[in-house]
């Protein structure tokens, strides 16, 4: 599955005509789902000429792959920017749940794309989000062993319970038609009650 | 949107006809997707005549939003069956979350068909999450007002957060090869500790 391959552009004509390809595919398989979504469609809305897409991409797949990558990239940049500075992990939890939050607003297909890995092929979705889990253990372990993160709840499931408060909130604020940073930040705030009795122990600093 | 509707069988052979149509269009959505389902494909996976399917349902989507119905009957149905004879809120939330949990591993598809809907139309997905919430609202309200819920967060906050843990500890869950009830008891009560503490008030039994 993970064979397939994609080849960067190396002019800045050649990045245009990548960038076209983004763009289109993104909207292509957000909007009528990877299946229903041929190179022909992603060509003609890029409108680029028949062929250049091979020069980037082996196949849809790849195209595909590439752009929950980016995805993945992007978010993960887009939490760890926002946690720049804090040390503690019930303010990063904070101000990683608003990033995320404010990055779907932003992009709202971002799920479209996520979520459409489950028709695509289940495998990459369940990697998708086991590598988000597995990132996120990694990172609790820390706070578990400094005190900061209860040490008596399995890890594991930790993770799960948080990638799923992201993900639903995210969709609560998604469901409004007009939002401001001011409404985000008090569902954030909400949500992070329950974490900060249920799962975060109090840490002196 | 909804004005697409369904017809139900009156007879005997006429229903074995429906449930033929209901689990190829179940499979089909599930696994290429509602837009590269035609109902030509159904009609054939089914191997009932041509024109036959017209008699149930008025077209696809009208197939697809009675699938989408079902699995909100039989979820719920799942929860409610999990909790007779319990009162207190904590354990209601501990059978409601086992019993989905092993209704999605029953019928993986469920995940499939109900995400399926932020393809086929954005306000299908947003009407399906947001009366669940409504529900699990009217539901918790009962239990701020007897002291068994913290007061002190917003309702509808609440209700996202328990919905992202059911469905993100049941992919933890998916995401295995092999798991016994036993496995999903643990994982189960790992989730609760966090809401034990952080969302429910200790009351006297």
Same mark, same amino acid.
Do not use: P, Q
């Given at each position: 599955m993970n064979n397939v391959s994609y080849r960067l552009p190396k002019t800045k004509t050649g990045q245009k005509t990548f960038d076209k390809i983004i763009r289109a595919g993104k909207k292509l398989f957000a909007g009528n789902g990877f299946q229903a979504t041929s190179i022909n469609d992603i060509i003609a809305k890029a409108r680029v *000429? *028949? @062929?250049?897409?091979y020069i980037y991409f082996d196949n849809k797949l790849a195209l595909y792959l590439y752009l929950l990558d980016l995805y993945r990239t992007s978010i993960r940049k887009a939490s760890s920017n926002a946690i720049? @500075?804090?040390?503690s992990r019930q303010a990063m939890e904070r101000e990683g749940l608003k990033a995320f939050i404010m990055f779907v607003k932003e992009d709202p297909l971002a799920y479209k794309l996520i979520w459409e890995s489950l028709f695509v092929d289940f495998t990459i979705f369940k990697e998708y989000y086991m590598q988000f889990a597995d990132s996120y253990m990694y990172h609790l372990k820390k706070f578990v062993d400094n005190g900061e993160?209860?040490?008596?709840?399995d890890i594991e499931t930790v993770s799960y319970v948080l990638m799923g408060i992201s993900n639903f909130v995210g969709l609560q604020i998604l469901f409004r038609d007009k939002v401001t940073e001011q409404e985000i930040d008090f569902v954030v705030d909400e949500a992070m009650k329950i974490l900060a009795a249920g799962l975060f122990l109090k840490v002196s600093k």
């Open positions: *000429a *028949a @062929g250049t897409f720049v @500075g804090l040390s993160v209860r040490n008596d709840i």
